[in-house]
Nanobody
């Protein structure tokens, strides 16, 4: 069964850090661009970051540039999202998604391009 499984979410104080993981099960992530998206209550899903299959290209939402870092370890079939200097407005359910199509920076803003999605992990930033 083909799955993306997110982990690493939780409750953190403002200014804290979390690292999210997106692991492939039944799917080899090497061939896929991976995107991280988030959705807060009452808001639309928004792109946070994405990375090419090789890891050589990345893109970030303006709201997280300089604070979040996306990376991948294809040997571990896992993509990571390191989140530093977290703010209350980062609170959301975070999803990873995989896209077999060739890399393009606009993948950040087009969730419908993605072929597979994880179930999401909750991130709550609060004191």
């Amino acid at each position: 069964q083909l799955q993306l499984v997110e982990s690493g979410g939780g409750l953190v104080q403002p200014g804290g850090s979390l690292r999210l993981s997106c692991a492939g099960s039944g799917i080899t992530l090497d061939y896929y661009a991976i995107g991280w998206f988030r959705q807060a209550p009452g808001k639309e899903r928004e792109g946070v970051s994405c990375i090419s299959a090789s890891g050589g290209s990345t893109n970030y939402a303006d709201s997280v540039k300089g604070r979040f870092t996306i990376s991948r370890d294809n040997a571990k079939n896992t993509v990571y999202l390191q989140m530093n200097s977290l703010k209350p407005e980062d609170t959301a359910v975070y999803y990873c998604a995989a896209d077999i199509a060739p890399w393009a920076p606009w993948l950040l803003s087009r969730p419908r391009e993605y072929d597979y999605w994880g179930q999401g992990t909750q991130v709550t930033v609060s004191s």
